[in-house]
RNA sequence: UGGGGCGUGGCCAAGUGGUUUAAGGCACCGGAUUCUGAUUCCGGCAUUCGGAGGUUCGAAUCCUCCCGCCCCAGCCA
């Protein structure tokens, strides 16, 4: 268990009353998605609130697949959801269909239409959409709204045993086509859909629809609290409709609360698809996309995942949150918990000219700058060393303190060194640093006291292991790819989101690095294995980098 | 021009008529510490709660009107 505070929001509010007040002594909630897609981090959101109740109050949580319209649906859509929950470290107390419920939700579609509350309509599709009206204008009746109960009995069981076509016929709620809320206008339960089911195979070729469906799943499942988005808002009169017309075993109560929305980035699912069926990413699991799985594989860690959503609240108001909290939160978690090491991304070796050619040393130092219980490692320096090309300039902008022509700089860890020549290519590009080191300045000092304020990572040329690094940017390069609506949002696609760095060069110990390990790369960022890595072919993810107000302060001043 | 919701600093968000002349987090801006320009630390950052009226000794919290934004016209969920 965590040592976080109980959140406290809008619907733990109510629950608490429910408690107080005696309606409810055990709480019950459902996560409830349909396998029709990866989940991302805005059912993180549900997952969180709906698994977090559960273990607080100490009541009951299902997971409940909502499969009512198997042309969508997969079994391996369903497999990969319970990993992402479990991933999450959130285990639900029953594992659920609607599908399990279907013979069910049939007796209750029986019992509407024996008590006149429903009836066989024959109508196209198109004539339904006609009738049901406007917004402002409202529907007219079917003709076949006043069909006897016998004929709709026999009609609805011809339905199910595989009479007709799809589409030839459909059961509907008679409820009233005046209602301004145009769920109530005779909403449609049943519809024919010759079509193999994931488990129930060809038992059935009529599927009630979500609303016929959901509501009656969590009062069979004695759901005490039905949590959902606010796009549902106006489906809770047609849920409470049906749990007060039917025989059902509980009275679930539905809350609904506004959904995450993360800039920079798409969150609805058919976007995602659509994603991954472009090729515009390298799958659901693309370590860019905002699935739990692209996340997972990024390097993200579920309590980075969790203290993000519990930091951004349970309200009804619609909401934008930046990026840069859920970045912030994977640092404070990753900060405590990341070894340290060295790598250089871009590599510009340095020739320390007074270093002996055949000399190795070890140096000893701790992974960890804070904690020591991360132990301790060897770094071996010797003559040739890499450094970051970006910590060379041969022109410093004012506030510069990296390296530059007759300039001192420290190695982390190791000697501080002055650069007394560039040698360059035929563009005049720096290819290589002759540099001198003081040998006086281990151990963080320096002899005669002077202060070196550049420190620099570098990596032994000898002893460096390759790497392949991946770069991340955010997705999109606009805050809200959806906001310009004459314009496809794949237009908004940052072309500069995925870069991989060949050739980088890790330190010596982070050959055959445990995959399992994220690393902070000193200086640059925090780094995970990409599930493509292997031993003798490392690649890796950055997840974040670190903060770096200096390249914030240059570009500040270069604007 | 129907119905349902929502509006507290750049982004979230506490607040449920008086102890709040509005918590906290993120972002941002200073400064200190630091062998990561990281971390940590310290300080700054809404006389005001979409707007205008009103009720009250007292309002972000109650009332009225107005404005803005979101959702709904699938045999999707």
Known sequence: MSDNPKPVNFIRQAIDDDIKTGRHQEIVTRFPPEPNGYLHIGHCKAIWLNFGIKDDYRGRCTLRFDDTNPLKESQQFASMIEEDIRWLGYEWTSLAHASDYFDQFYDYAVHLINNALAYVDSQSGDKIRQQRGTLTKPGVNSPYRDRSIEDNLSLFEKMRNGDFEDGEHVLRAKIDMHASNMNLRDPVLYRIRHHTHQRTGDKWCIYPMYDFAHGQGDAIEGVTHSLCTLEFEDHRALYDWFIEHLPVPSRPRQIEFSRLNLNYTVMSKRLLTQLVDLGQVAGWDDPRMPTISGLRRRGYTPESLKNFIASVGITRKPNVIEMGLLEKCIRDDLDLKAPRAMAVLRPLKVVIENYPESENELIDVPNHPQNPEHGRRQLTFSREVFIERSDY??????????????????????????????????????????????????????????????????????????????????????????????????????????????????????????????????????????????????????????????????????N
């Open 393 to 558: 300039e041969d022109n410093p902008p004012k506030g510069y303190f990296r390296l530059a022509p007759d300039r001192e700089v420290r190695l982390r860890h190791a000697y501080v060194i002055r650069c007394r020549e560039v040698i360059r290519d035929k563009h005049g590009e720096p290819i290589e640093i002759r540099c001198a080191y003081d040998p006086e300045t281990a151990g963080g000092k320096t002899r005669d006291g002077r202060k070196v304020k550049g420190i620099i990572h570098w990596v032994s040329a000898r002893h460096a292991v390759s790497a392949e690094v991946r770069l991340y940017d955010r997705l999109f390069s606009v805050a809200d790819p959806l906001a310009d609506r004459k314009r496809d949002y794949l237009e908004a696609l940052n072309p500069d989101s995925l870069a991989c760095l060949q050739g980088c060069k890790l330190e010596t110990s982070l050959d055959r690095a445990d995959p399992r390990i994220r690393y902070q790369f000193e200086r640059i960022g925090y780094f995970f294995q990409d599930a493509t890595s292997r031993p003798d072919a490392l690649v890796f993810n950055r997840i974040v980098s670190l903060r770096d107000t200096w390249m914030r302060k240059s570009q500040h001043s270069s």
